[in-house]
């Protein structure tokens, strides 16, 4: 884990974040600091927690958001555990 404002001089890095437009945000940081030509690929990963039926819904705007940032979206669903 590195420490808020140091460097990454390569590889990747996540960050918790509570929605999909602090993700973006968090990420324009990252491309303001660094310079978009050193960033090789940006993937927002949504982990999406259900019970029952796993249903989920992006709208334009954050759609748009992850279009704009040339990002790739992965989404990992996975059910409520009961312990």
């Known amino acids: 884990m590195t420490r808020a404002g140091s ?3 390569y590889g990747a ?3 918790p974040v509570e929605s999909l ?3 973006a945000n968090l990420v324009r940081i990252v ?3 660094v ?3 050193s960033v090789e690929s940006i993937v927002i990963e949504l982990l999406y927690e259900y019970n029952g039926q ?3 819904e992006l709208n334009s705007d954050e759609i748009a958001l ?3 940032l040339g990002a790739s979206l992965a989404i990992t669903c ?3 555990s009961n312990n």
């Open 21 to 23: 437009l602090d993700a």
């Open 31 to 33: 491309i303001d600091r």
């Open 66 to 68: 992850i279009h704009d």
């Open 13 to 15: 890095f996540s960050i």
């Open 35 to 37: 310079g978009r030509s």
């Open 7 to 9: 460097v990454v001089d």
């Open 54 to 56: 796993c249903n989920m």
């Open 78 to 80: 996975y059910e409520e």
